[in-house]
T-cell receptor, first 112, second 113 residues
Framework: NAGVMQNPRHLVRRRGQEARLRCSPMKGHSHVYWYRQLPEEGLKFMVYLQKENIIDESGMPKERFSAEFPKEGPSILRIQQVVRGDSAAYFC??????????FGPGTRLTVT | EDKVVQSPLSLVVHEGDTVTLNCSYEVTNFRSLLWYKQEKKAPTFLFMLTSSGIEKKSGRLSSILDKKELFSILNITATQTGDSAVYLCATPKNSNSGYALNFGKGTSLLVTP
């Protein structure tokens, strides 16, 4: 059973471009969480999704950020018009529906 | 607002030493407290604690929760260089968020040979 997969592992974008981060949860897991880790900071919750539904997006900036978890395919975190402050490691975690969360290796986004 | 505060922020010890990492929390509707180890990549799960005073143990690592004083400690005995990592403490956010976790900033542990 493959673990949580994220791609790309590293992403470089210029200011103003769009960034798309993908997360494939573990097989059988229907709950996905996205977290952001800024340099020297802890992991911060962004959004919680179940298949085709956003359950809680209270940690996600209101502008430029969106997330989806379609019926088929990976969960996507999309950042439009990236700025330098978006540079961070973005982690996805999946869960079968209870406390046990498994984290992916993260996508390191660098905005130049 | 829920808070998770870890101390110290960083620690350097020699192989063989014993370390104690601290995590204090202020949480409405406490459900559990979790410890993770992060080595460059994905955080990996160590322990989940729900009951006060019951020690969880895995090899040289152990953890205990004090719900009265609102803190937990993670102990590592006979440290090895492979224990070098950031140790994260977290509590679940409110129940509307499933088990979305609220993390502390972590304790960065460096074990020197």
């Amino acid at each position: 059973n493959a673990g949580v997969m994220q791609n790309p592992r590293h992403l470089v974008r210029r200011r103003g471009q769009e960034a798309r981060l993908r997360c494939s949860p573990m097989k059988g897991h229907s709950h996905v969480y996205w977290y952001r880790q800024l340099p020297e900071e802890g992991l911060k919750f962004m959004v919680y999704l179940q298949k085709e539904n956003i359950i809680d997006e209270s940690g996600m900036p209101k502008e430029r950020f969106s997330a989806e978890f379609p019926k088929e395919g990976p969960s996507i975190l999309r950042i439009q018009q990236v700025v330098r402050g978006d540079s961070a490691a973005y982690f996805c975690a999946s869960s079968p529906g209870h406390w046990e969360q498994y984290f992916g290796p993260g996508t390191r986004l660098t905005v130049t | 607002e829920d808070k998770v505060v870890q101390s110290p922020l960083s620690l350097v010890v020699h192989e063989g030493d014993t370390v104690t990492l601290n995590c204090s929390y202020e949480v409405t509707n406490f459900r559990s407290l979790l410890w993770y180890k992060q080595e460059k990549k994905a955080p990996t799960f160590l322990f989940m604690l729900t009951s006060s005073g019951i020690e969880k143990k895995s090899g040289r690592l152990s953890s205990i929760l004090d719900k009265k004083e609102l803190f937990s400690i993670l102990n590592i005995t006979a440290t090895q260089t492979g224990d070098s990592a950031v140790y994260l403490c977290a509590t679940p956010k409110n129940s509307n968020s499933g088990y979305a976790l609220n993390f502390g900033k972590g304790t960065s542990l460096l074990v020197t040979p």
